[in-house]
């Protein structure tokens, strides 16, 4: 079983991709559209990306 499940992984991809290349601030949550997202990375392979508002998160890894 994979730790994160496609259809979120499809809905948070740009996300996903900006945080990588350095730029975590300011995202919006494509779940709820209200809250501003906060993305922790640990080491470059583990991310992290929580919506205070609606508390739906994602959680992936980068090998
Ligand atoms: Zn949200």
């Not at 994979?2 to 259809?7: K, T």
């Not at 209200?34 to 508390?55: F, H, Q, S, W, Y």
């Amino acid at each position: 079983m994979p730790s994160y499940d496609f259809d979120a992984l499809s809905e948070y991809q740009d996300i996903i991709e900006e945080a990588m290349n350095g730029r975590t601030d300011g995202h919006r949550c494509p779940k709820c559209s209200k809250g501003v997202l906060i993305i922790t990375v640990d080491e470059d392979v583990k991310m992290r990306i929580e919506c205070p508002e609606c508390r739906q998160y994602f959680e992936g890894r980068f090998a």
